[in-house]
């Protein structure tokens, strides 16, 4: 069954560290967000600073609607005790903390990207992998990102999916993503890359 949605894109990655005052960084994100608000979709990050703010500003810029899945329980622990931003068109407040909260950012995602990330991100990415998700991965933009293969197949000793990909152009890497979501369903189970895969999908 093909969904009949506009397609709604997860931005995930640096909200703070480093990478958030690299202007390489910050200028790949931002593209990275106005090649998502061109087409039309619906953009989709966890109401954070950093790399995803600076892709949802893009995104804004080129017309796309965001959507911020924030870790608080009100507006008020969002901006004083979160300190995040409110610059999303729409904000749901899940009350659930950070973990729980990528949970749902994940699970309400068409396709995931990464960009640079630390442990955090390395938590959504391997939420993401282990639910068989599109993931799209901007490389050179520091953090994880940089080193995602190296992690998935030396250390961990696993495959890279086909449906994984990635580029260090935003533009490229969003359009290797619509053919990763148009080729590889989502998976129909919690566990859809092991159960599905009993069933002939994944």
Do not use: W
């Not at 061109?38 to 995803?52: E, H, S, V």
Request: glycine residues 12%; contains cysteine; negative net charge.
């Amino acid at each position: 069954m093909v969904s009949q949605h506009k397609l709604k894109i997860g931005v995930m990655g640096s909200a703070s560290g480093p990478q958030i005052s690299d202007p390489i960084a910050q200028e790949k994100a931002r593209n990275l967000g106005r090649a998502i608000g061109k087409r039309g979709y619906i953009f989709i990050n966890g109401a954070c600073p950093g790399l995803p703010h600076d892709a949802l500003l893009g995104a804004k810029e080129s017309g796309g609607l965001t959507i911020g899945i924030s870790p608080a329980f009100s507006e008020y622990e969002h901006l004083n005790e979160y300190q995040s931003p409110l610059d999303n068109d729409m904000m749901i407040y899940t009350g659930q903390g950070f973990m729980e909260r990528d949970i749902i950012n994940i699970r309400s995602s068409d396709g995931v990207v990464f960009v640079g990330g630390g442990i955090g991100t390395l938590n959504e990415f391997t939420i993401a992998y282990d639910e068989g998700r599109p993931i799209a991965i901007l490389t050179n933009s520091g953090g994880i990102s940089n080193s995602i293969e190296n992690i998935v197949v030396n250390l961990c000793q696993r495959k890279i999916p086909p449906n994984m990909v990635m580029d260090d152009d935003p533009e490229k890497l969003i359009e290797k993503l619509e053919v990763a979501i148009a080729a590889f369903p989502l998976p129909i189970h919690e566990d859809g890359r092991v159960r599905d895969s009993r069933i002939g999908r994944g």
